[in-house]
Every structure is written in structure tokens, then in C-alpha cells.
């Protein structure tokens, strides 16, 4: 049994923290692209961001006010990624912070940062200052759906996430939100995501149970192995519970900070662009946990793979070539593989079965693929969804 | 001015090699499955295979008997890829082998056998057999293009290319065929292919020219990513011109097997599963070679680089976010991207220009685009197409 529980609610769920979301007017339907999230106080802050060498201006700011390990706020965009802007992008992101922060009545290198969009145009500046104070009233724990609304691009839905723990003999609350639904790839911060904690965790331990949770969650999916360069995942501690998570509470913490971004993972490839089958896929018996993983990247980005998944086609053998093209090291008649618990590939050899047995196991909303390479004990894992016609729609017309 | 002029004809332009290609009963359609290329004599032999860990019994047995560096002959069928079958698709690979080299009167360690097609699937034995002495009586010189066909897959058109050049005096050919369209991705030997030559040259020579020309061609195209466990490329060279390849003359020779692999390989993008638009990709300026190759790589392989192109869609944002995901160094800030001779990025910064010029740039047939690190002197190159609803049709689709 987990030692927490899951809520409803958002970025708002803990203690002391409000939001907002209003339509500033970058985004030519009405729809809501400007987000704001609140600490009631000046809150323990880290953040994990995109390792894409080309990084848009809010990335490039947020990782140099981070690093004091202190912020009340995150200010985030959709509409326009402010990247490839040059220097202008970056006085661009100033203008814009510089307003809310003075709306705010915060020191500018409290507030973070954050965008998404299209990349290489420019940010409708007065537009967006004319628009923060509307955004600053609409502050209220309220609002937590409008800003993960505000800050959805291709997404079909927002996504929140909050869970409810015991510290201490005290209850502490995480919650967050995240958007991301193309350009979404493992080994990187991901999409964008705000998780708000009224925990009280130290900036340094914050920091590291971040990133643990983000190399097993956000890291693990894939909707197109494309890498964005505006990725950022933030989190704030205002410890506005009382409750500190020192010592052995902090496993416990990272448990539940893991249980939000994997919750927030999941929805983001069950809204990935295009996708209407989703598939879990686990390596067992790999020599190492390092190839257990390399190998179920391998498969989980083969668009071989995906558009069987998405055709319900029993083709097997896509997921044995994909396998075989990791850099992991097993011997392939010894190879194994089960389609939610149907064995198909036994000691390197396609089994007989019927295509429709096949065809029904792949037609399911959602598949579970176990790839054994009976190598040794590592284990790896990765959640993704498949291609389809819908994806191709989308991102042949994006930018238009 | 290149030593070396192109001809018509395929696998059988050079002096003394015949071919055949007939149905033997393996797809369901009347096309032709099986083929089959006849040199005069024992003929130095040399190939490259697929680096999948999961390989067909052909590929098995061909890697065995081709490291004594000669063969007469090679058969290849379609329509079953012969792996992922276990010891069974091995006794498979062997009874045709055998009943093969008995028709031709060779011994069975001078016949090379590769196979294409669904994985997982055993060879209807019986029917190949049946087939072995029609497909024997149908080798001619005049019937390269017939085997050209017999090794298509989803390919819809089949691929042939020849050149001759001048050695010592004597004219020397080279020609070739190839198949490949889906589950194309560089670094492995790629698709099927079996080039010839009239030329003298020595097994180890022949063998590092081959390296060589298919690093530089087939492992620089890309179509989807996919690696097959199948892929072979053979070269036989029987001596038939009377002219040896030694000394000065093997960088002329290598030059004209490049360029043999280079148009076969430039086919198969342009015949790539849904590929409606080709894209070449130079990366210049990078730190080292290595650098560029990466990047191009990465460029090539990223679906919303290549879902831009089927949709003419101006968006080089995405060119940018792809090359900066990839391992190169270079500074983002002097990143320069050219499309069909048109800068859209300078300086680290998107340029403005009209959507209408860039859509225009875009839906041409064939797309050069340019991307300068500033980082140095290395460059590398790939050769992609866009990826395109009708790609998924046919990969949802393509066992059933």
C-alpha cells in the first residue's frame, strides 16, 4: 500500500497557492494562453530543463534564477515558444517578467519563467503586459484548471495531478499541472509541468527527488522522439503545511512527488497528438538496468512498432527487430515477448497464433508489451502510443 | 569529371552474370518472390550486413559462407523474411540452399542467400523447391530487370543502377539492384542489394571498397528509422573485363561502386513507403565529421522535421530544435539554416520571411536544406523523405 492518496485538484491542491489563467491575445482563437501560478510565500524552488542545445529565452532565464533555490512564482505562455528570437526573445522575456513581477510586488528573480508554441516568432509583448493585470486579479486557488488550460497547445485536455500524504503526523499536499502532446521524447525535462508542494523540503533535497522523479516518469514517455527546446518542469515548497521532510519522510515525499508527474506523464501520452492506443512496454531479464532501458527506448520510438499498434496489425516481429537494433546485449533464441499476457515470441521463435487472437490482444485502448531478453535481472520501462494518420495531420499543418 | 559514366541495365551490365526472377508460390499475389544472380565463374565475394541483434537465418548463413571470399551466385526471395523462425528457419534457409546449389551444380558454400519480407513467418519449403529449376532455366543476361522485381516488398518501383569506367585500359562494369522502402535507417548495411562487376579485385579489397561506399550511401538515407534484421548488401566481382583492380586504379573502382550504391540508395528514398517529397540534408561547419554526421542524423530522423515536409508546412524552427538535440557542439547563437538556397535562420535567430516563400521552398519535389554550425570544418549529409499519411496507411496495414 502507498503512503498516499490521490485528490482532485491541481497546482492549487497544497496550502497557500493560487492561479490563474486568461487569453492575453498571442493565440489568434480566444482560447486562454497566458498562466500564472502563486506561493503565498517565498518557496524552496528546483526545476529540471530541455538538454536541447538550442533553448528558448525563458529556458535560458528560469535556469539562472533557479539556481538560488528560492521563488514565489511561474509565469508561463502557450502560443509562442520565444526560441530562435535572438537577443530580442531575451528582452522579449525581461519585459514580460519585469511587468508581473512589479504586478506581483515581487523581486524579478522570484518569478520563473516558461513558454510554449511555435518556435521562431516573436512574443506579442504589449499585449501580454497590457494583459497581467486581469491575469494578477484572477488569482485564486479556484482557477487551478484555467491555467493548465492556458498553457495546452496541440493538447485536447489539461492535465492535473494531486496526492495527499502524512509527514510528521501532519498532512502535506502536492499537486501540479503539465502540458505536452507532440515533440515529446524521453531523456529531457519533457513538456512543460508546475508542481506545487506545501511540504517544506530543503532546496538541495527538492531538487534531487525532482530529478529522480522526472528520470522515471517524464523521462519514460515518448509520443514522437522529438525533443523541444523549451522543456522545463518546475516545483515550489512553501511549506505552508508545517510539515518537513527531512530524513526518512523524504521517501516518502519522492514517492508521492513521483505518483503526481507519473499521473501527469501518463495523460500526456493518452492526449498525445494523434494517439488513440496507448501501450506500456517493460524489458526484463536485461544484463543491466542500463539496457533494459536503452532497449525499451529502442522499441517504444520505432514507428514500425507504432503504426502496428495503431493498425491493431499482428505483426510481432517489428517488436523483435526493434529490440535487436538496441544497443543491449542478449541472445536472440532466447528472446521472449507477451502482448498483455499472450506469449508470441518464445526462445527466439515466432509463435503460431491465430491473427485474430493477435489482432484482438493490439485492439485494446490500452497494451502491455513484456520483452524478457533473459540476460539477467535489469528492468526497464517506458509508456507510449501509437502512430497514426491523425499525427501526421496534425504536424503537416501545425505552423499554418 | 567524374572517371565513370552511367548505363542502363542492373545486375547483369557487367560481362558474364545472368539473373532470373520468377513466383514461387510465397505471396499470396501473382508478383514475382524469388530471385536469383548467376556469375560465369567463382567470382571474389564480399557483403555487408544488418547490425541487428535478431537476424534472419539467411543473413546467418551468408555471413558464414561469404568470409572466404567467393561465391557464384546469390539467392533472394520476398514475401518472408525467414526470422525470428528458430532451428526450424534454418533447416528452412538450408533445404533451398541445397536444392539450389544441386541445380546450378555449385557448391553449396558458393550460393548466398538473403530474404525479405513479414518476420516471423516460416518459407513454404516445398513450393520454393518446386520452383528452383524453372527459376534456374530462366537465367539470362536479359533478365536482370525480372530479378529486380522478385525482391520487392511495399516497394513500387524496382531499382536498378550501372556505370562502367575505364581500368588499365580495359572497360569494367559495375551494375546493381536493390529493394528497400519501409524499415530503412543509416548505420547497418540497410536493404537488400547485390551489385556485380566484371572487374578483377581481391576479396579483401573488394570487401573495404564495400565498406566504404555503403557508409557513404546506404547508411546515409533514411526513410523511417527502422532497422531490419534482414539486410544485406553482396558485391561479386568475376574478372570477366580482364582487368585488375589494383593500386591507383581501387579509388576510381570505389568511386564507381559509390556511385552505383548511391543511385540505388537515393531510389529507395524516392520510393520510400509514402514519401511524396525527398529532402537532402547537409551539415556544415560542425566541429568534426562525426559532429555533422550526428546532426544530420538527428535532423533526418525527427518526424516533425519530416511531417513539415509533407505538409510544405514553414516551420524551420523544428530543423533548429532537431539539430540542437543532437550531440553536436556548435554555439546556438550562430546557427545558419538555408532551405533551396533561402536563409530562414541566421545568427541563432528565425528570419522573417513570408509563409508563402517558405511554403514555396517546401513543396518543391526535392528539398536541399543546409544547416552551418559555425563550430568548425566538419561535414556530413543524409538523403530522407517526409513522412506522409499514406506511410501509416501501408505500416497499419501492411501483415494483414
Redesign the interface.
Known amino acids: 500500500m502507498s503512503a498516499h492518496q490521490a485528490l482532485l485538484g491541481g497546482v492549487t491542491a497544497a496550502k497557500g497557492f493560487t492561479a490563474a489563467g486568461v487569453h492575453s491575445g498571442i493565440k489568434r482563437s480566444r482560447k486562454p494562453d497566458l498562466a500564472l501560478v502563486l506561493a503565498d510565500r517565498p518557496s524552496a524552488a528546483a526545476a529540471v530543463f530541455t538538454i ?4 528558448a529565452a525563458p529556458v535560458l532565464i528560469s535556469k539562472q534564477r533557479v539556481r538560488q533555490g528560492i521563488a514565489r512564482a511561474v509565469l508561463l505562455n502557450s502560443g509562442c ?1 520565444n ?4 537577443p ?2 531575451m528582452q522579449d522575456a525581461r519585459a514580460i517578467s519585469r511587468a508581473t513581477a512589479q504586478a506581483l510586488h515581487l523581486p524579478e528573480s522570484q518569478l520563473l519563467l516558461a513558454s510554449t508554441g ?4 516573436r512574443l506579442p509583448v504589449p499585449r501580454l503586459v497590457r494583459a497581467v493585470p486581469h491575469l494578477v486579479a484572477s488569482l485564486s486557488q479556484a482557477h487551478h484548471r484555467h491555467a493548465a488550460q492556458a498553457i495546452l497547445t496541440t493538447d485536447l485536455r489539461s492535465k492535473e495531478a494531486a496526492v495527499e500524504l502524512t509527514v510528521g503526523g501532519r498532512r502535506v499536499r502536492i499537486g501540479g499541472m503539465a502540458k505536452g502532446s ?2 515529446i521524447a524521453p531523456s529531457m525535462a519533457t513538456m512543460l509541468c508546475v508542481v506545487t508542494t506545501d511540504a517544506q523540503v530543503a532546496p538541495a533535497l527538492l531538487a534531487r527527488l525532482l530529478r529522480q522523479a522526472t528520470e522515471r516518469t517524464f523521462n519514460r514517455i515518448s509520443v ?6 523549451n522543456d522545463c518542469v518546475f516545483v515550489l515548497a512553501n511549506g505552508a503545511s508545517g510539515a518537513s521532510v527531512t530524513g526518512a519522510a523524504a521517501k516518502a515525499f519522492g514517492a508521492a512527488l513521483e505518483a503526481v508527474c507519473d499521473r501527469l506523464a501518463r495523460m500526456i501520452v493518452e492526449d498525445g497528438e494523434g494517439v488513440a492506443r496507448t501501450m506500456a512496454l517493460e524489458v526484463r531479464g536485461a544484463r543491466t538496468a542500463r539496457d533494459a532501458q536503452l532497449a525499451a527506448r529502442q522499441v517504444a ?4 512498432v507504432k ?2 499498434l ?2 491493431a ?6 517488436l ?7 544497443p ?3 541472445d ?2 532466447k ?1 521472449e515477448i507477451r502482448i498483455s499476457g499472450q506469449t508470441v ?1 518464445a ?4 509463435l503460431k497464433i491465430g ?1 485474430a487472437v493477435t489482432r484482438t490482444l493490439l485492439a485494446r485502448p490500452h497494451v502491455e508489451v513484456v520483452i524478457d531478453l533473459h540476460a539477467g535481472a535489469g528492468r526497464g520501462w517506458m509508456f507510449t502510443g501509437d ?3 491523425e ?3 496534425i ?6
Open positions: 536541447n542545445r538550442v533553448q515558444a526560441c530562435l528570437t535572438g530580442k526573445g511555435i518556435i521562431g516568432r507532440g515533440m514522437d522522439g522529438d525533443m523541444s527546446t520510438f520505432s514507428p514500425l503504426t502496428m495503431a493498425g496489425d499482428p505483426n510481432p516481429g517489428r523483435a527487430a526493434a529490440v535487436g537494433a538496441s543491449a546485449v542478449f536472440p533464441d528472446l515470441v526462445q527466439g521463435t515466432a491473427k502512430l497514426t494518420v499525427y501526421i495531420k504536424n503537416a499543418g501545425y505552423a499554418t
